[in-house]
Structures are given as structure tokens and as C-alpha cells.
């Protein structure tokens, strides 16, 4: 095997990873960024469409994850969703160069100041608001779909009918942004180039008008010349030497999933940004193996971003549904976080099976009442999530008054057709949280007990944040990677 030396590498290429690997760039400083999934562009595959799912569609999996699309049988490949399985929840992930933003629905969303003053009291929230927001969400490209496209675009049907509907049952609606680039949505709708948003491209990649990180952050970190993007390359654990240097253990992997080649990279600085799950595997796992001091902090303070999944059949069943062809992009949401006793952020998601389901279907976010833990077990060699129907009661509860309220004024049932009794308490799409900002790592992600090691992602994040993450995830990384430059990188 090989054993080689850099002087910073960043595990993970998501959201944090991104962030980290441009900001370090720019100062002229060389960064080796160590991906486990696929560089798809470098690649020059094409990805699926949701309906005719491909190499892209499931990490070393035989048959389709997708919620509601998991009929298909597939050759085993390094594609881009995973999915992890526990008893009580099943946790979706991107996996390639550019992580989660390379299946996610694009939704960008600045969650409420209120909020994030409560969820994170020691950060300075209008800094937050005037600096690091605003940049996050410059640079990832968000933008808005025009009123005027939304009200024709026979794709968006299935929006104004949830639109219409929660505002008949007197919820708020809101335009929710996305990175997808609506002008290149509107020139798709008039067949001028070619379809993505429009054509079921979404969890399983988009072939055009996305602006996944690779389009953003990474492409402009490239740039700069001082990056190297290692794919296809897995951690397995993480050793801390004598001299407080790191030694990473990789696996290097055909697009099979077989290990072709047994790697060790020693460096000096290491950020891990392999995404909630995976910065917590590689911590929990290490410490287990007695290769890595760390605290009893890590693991602690886990939440679903109190995702709940659930819809409604026989919407509008008798005059035209919701649509047969539906965008895969979101653009709209209900507002309901105000309310006292059951507040919640809904997403009017789409359902792009081409087939005029009559259905609604919605992504809601709640709060949390109950953290959940993650363990390590290293006589199976797997996580470990403390988390069963004790965590998810409330979002039922608010889940269920949401469809009555829903259904009362509009009609419709509970989407017995795609759940089973209607609610999907075990969909998380928003894992957070488990090495959480100033607890398990100090204010700027610096770990617990080490000066060289960060951790840049969602597992910064308590568990939730009252609305999609990413945007967050973003602004975190940004606001720590300036600190941490600064002060550590002089
Ligand atoms: P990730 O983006 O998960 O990146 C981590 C990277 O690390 C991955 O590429 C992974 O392959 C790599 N990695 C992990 N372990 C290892 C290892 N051992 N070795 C090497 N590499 C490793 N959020 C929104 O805000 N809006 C949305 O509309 C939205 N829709 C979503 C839809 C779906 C289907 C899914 C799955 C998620 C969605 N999300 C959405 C959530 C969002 O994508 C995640 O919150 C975000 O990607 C997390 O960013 P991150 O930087 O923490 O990690």
C-alpha cells in the first residue's frame, strides 16, 4: 500500500467541504479533498431520471431507494444516493463530488432569525443575517422562479394546487428559492434546451440547470489550481500520531465498490467534512478503535431536523389532480411556525411519477422535543441511532391536524396509497447535528482536545434548524473556515 503526506486534506465534499476547500485555496494554500462517491462530471456519465433509474441512482445497491421508487432492479454501482437504514428512521445521502447538493432538491432557505438565535445563543445572529447568509447564498447561485412562470407552467400544477388548497385552510404560504436556475427552467418549458427539472431529474442527479456545488464552490476552488479532488477514495478511520499529526486510512474503490488499492495519507491539518453521518462514523469509529482521543460530547444532541413525510390522496381527483407532469423542482412552502402549540415549515414537494396521481405530498419540518444519540458499534461495525416513535410523536401529532385541517376544507384523504397509515415518521432527508458548535467542538468547529482537527458540516448544527439546511450548513462553514484561516492558517 501507499503512504503518502499532504499538508491539509478536507474528508467530504458537500456542503462544508466546499466552503473549506475554496476558502483555503484562495489563500494560496494546497488542499487535498478526499471523496468517497464518484467525480460525475470527470466521469462523463449521464445521470437518471427518476423513472429510468441508471448508475447514478443508488450507492452499491441492487435495487432502487428512492421513497416510492424503489421497484427497480439495478446493477451494483457507485452511484449517487444512499441510504442508510435503521429500526426507526431511514436516512437519505449524497454521495459524489459535491455530496448531498448533487441529489438534493435545491431548496434554499434562510431559516428564521428568531430561531436560529435560539438554536445557537453564542453566535452573533446579525452578522449572521447581514454577512454570512447573504454570502452563503450568493455564492451557492440561489435564486427565485418568476410569479408569471409559475402561474402557466402546466409543470408547476402541482404547487398552485397546494398553494391553493393550505391557503382555503388558512395556513401561510411562501415562494421558497431554490439553486436550480429558473431561466434555464423557463428556456427547458420552451423546449430551447434541453430538460432536467422537467424531464424527472432530481434525487438521481441533474444532468442541466442545477447549481450543485460543482458549479459553485468547487468549480471556483479548481480554479484557483490548488486543489486536488481525490474520488472514489474512502476513509475507513482516522489515527492520531505522537507528533499530533493525522493519519488517514483509505480505501481506494473501483466504481464495483471493491477496494483496489490500501492508502495511508499522513497530514498535519484535517477537516472532516464527510456530512453528519459520516463525520460521526469516522470520529465515533476511531475513538472505538482507541486511534483518536475525543470527549464523550461527540454523538450527543442528534436530530431528524424534525423532517415527517405525508401527503393526501384524491386531491382534486375530480377536476384534473395534480398534474402529469410535475417539475422535480420545489418552489413552494407553508409557513406555519408562528403557531404556539404546533409549529411547523411544510414543503409542497413534488411527485414526478409521470402519472396523474391526484396526490399531494409533503415534506414538514418541526421542531424537536427530544434529541436523539449516535453510538459506534465496533463488533458490527455500524452506527448506532438512538432514536424510535418517542422522537417523531409530536410531528405526527402536528402531521395529523395538518391533514385534517387540509382535508376539511379541500377534500382528500391521508396518502394511505404511498405510506403505510398515511405517515412516513422514518423519511429523513435534513440528518443534523451529533458534534455540535461549541459544545463538542469550540466556536469555530475546532474539536475538542485537538488544535489540527475541524469539523465543517451538519453535524454542527443541534439537531435542528426549523427549515431545509443547506443554506445553513453553508453559512456555518463560511463564518468558521474565516476564523479558522485567520488564526490557524498564518
Ligand atoms: P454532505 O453534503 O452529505 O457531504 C458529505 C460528503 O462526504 C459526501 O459527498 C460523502 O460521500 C462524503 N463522505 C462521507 N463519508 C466519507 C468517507 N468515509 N470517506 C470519504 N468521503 C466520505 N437540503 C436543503 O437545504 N434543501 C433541499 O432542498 C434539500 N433536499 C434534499 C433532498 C434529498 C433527497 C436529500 C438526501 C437531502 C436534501 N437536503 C436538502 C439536505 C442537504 O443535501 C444536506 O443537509 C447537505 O448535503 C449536508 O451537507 P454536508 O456538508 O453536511 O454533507
Not at 429500526?87 to 441529489?103: A, C, F, Q
Not at 391557503?167 to 436556475?181: L, W
Not at 463538542?440 to 475538542?448: C, E, K, P, S, V
Request: charged residues 25%.
Amino acid at each position: 500500500f501507499e503512504m503518502i503526506d499532504k499538508n491539509v486534506v478536507i474528508i467530504g465534499s458537500g456542503y462544508g467541504g466546499s466552503v473549506a476547500a475554496l476558502r483555503l485555496c484562495e489563500k494560496n494554500i494546497p488542499v487535498t479533498l478526499l471523496e468517497m462517491g464518484l467525480d460525475w462530471e470527470k466521469s462523463g456519465q449521464k445521470f437518471s431520471s427518476m423513472i429510468n433509474p441508471g448508475h447514478s441512482a443508488a450507492w452499491l445497491k441492487t435495487k432502487t431507494i428512492a421513497p416510492f421508487f424503489n421497484l427497480f432492479s439495478l446493477e451494483k454501482y457507485t452511484g449517487a444516493l444512499d441510504r442508510l437504514d435503521f429500526e426507526h428512521i431511514k436516512i437519505w445521502l449524497g454521495r459524489g463530488v459535491g455530496g448531498g447538493s448533487l441529489v438534493n432538491g435545491g431548496m434554499a432557505v434562510t431559516p428564521k432569525k428568531e430561531y436560529f438565535k435560539e438554536i445557537f445563543p453564542n453566535l452573533d445572529a446579525e452578522q449572521f443575517y447581514s454577512k454570512y447568509f447573504p454570502l452563503a447564498n450568493n455564492e451557492l447561485k440561489s435564486n427565485v422562479a418568476s410569479e408569471e412562470f409559475l402561474k402557466d407552467c402546466s409543470f408547476y400544477k402541482f404547487n398552485r394546487v397546494g398553494e391553493e388548497e393550505a391557503k382555503k385552510a388558512g395556513f401561510k404560504t411562501v415562494r421558497v428559492p431554490n439553486v436550480y436556475d429558473f431561466k434555464y427552467m423557463e428556456k427547458e418549458y420552451k423546449e430551447e434546451v434541453p430538460r432536467s427539472a422537467l424531464a424527472g431529474e432530481v434525487i438521481y442527479g441533474n444532468n442541466h440547470g442545477k447549481n450543485s456545488l460543482d458549479k459553485t464552490y468547487l468549480k471556483k476552488a479548481s480554479a484557483t489550481g490548488k486543489l486536488e479532488i481525490l474520488e472514489l477514495h474512502q476513509v475507513n478511520h482516522i489515527t492520531q500520531n505522537p507528533d499530533k499529526s493525522y493519519s488517514i486510512d483509505i480505501s481506494v474503490i473501483n466504481t464495483k465498490g471493491e477496494e483496489i488499492q490500501h492508502k495511508i495519507i499522513n497530514t498535519k491539518k484535517l477537516i472532516l467534512s464527510a456530512g453528519t453521518m459520516g463525520s460521526l462514523e469516522l470520529l465515533l469509529k476511531s475513538k472505538a478503535m482507541k486511534q483518536l482521543p475525543m470527549d464523550d460530547k461527540i454523538g450527543k444532541d442528534w436530530g431528524n431536523n424534525g423532517n415527517f413525510m405525508t401527503g393526501r390522496n384524491w386531491v382534486k381527483a375530480f377536476s384534473g389532480g395534480t398534474g402529469f407532469q410535475q417539475s422535480t423542482i420545489p418552489v413552494g412552502g407553508i409557513d406555519h411556525w408562528e403557531d404556539k402549540d404546533r409549529p411547523f415549515f411544510v414543503e409542497i414537494a413534488p411527485l414526478p411519477m409521470g402519472l396523474n396521481v391526484a396526490t399531494s405530498l409533503y415534506l414538514m419540518v418541526n421542531k424537536l422535543k427530544k434529541y436523539g444519540e449516535v453510538n459506534y458499534d465496533l463488533a458490527t461495525q455500524k452506527l448506532q441511532l438512538n432514536w424510535d416513535q418517542s422522537h417523531t410523536a409530536h410531528m405526527k401529532d402536528n402531521a395529523k391536524n395538518f391533514l385534517r385541517t387540509m382535508n376539511k376544507a379541500n377534500g382528500g384523504t391521508r396518502a394511505h396509497l404511498l405510506f403505510h397509515n398515511g405517515f412516513g415518521a422514518d423519511v429523513c432527508y435534513h440528518p443534523l447535528g451529533g458534534i455540535v458548535l461549541g459544545k463538542a467542538t469550540d466556536n469555530f468547529g475546532r474539536l475538542n482536545g485537538h488544535k489540527n482537527l475541524y469539523v465543517i458540516d451538519g453535524s454542527l448544527i443541534p439537531g435542528t434548524i426549523g427549515v431545509n439546511p443547506f443554506v445553513t450548513i453553508t453559512a456555518i462553514a463560511e463564518y468558521c473556515m474565516e476564523e479558522i484561516i485567520e488564526k490557524d492558517f498564518a
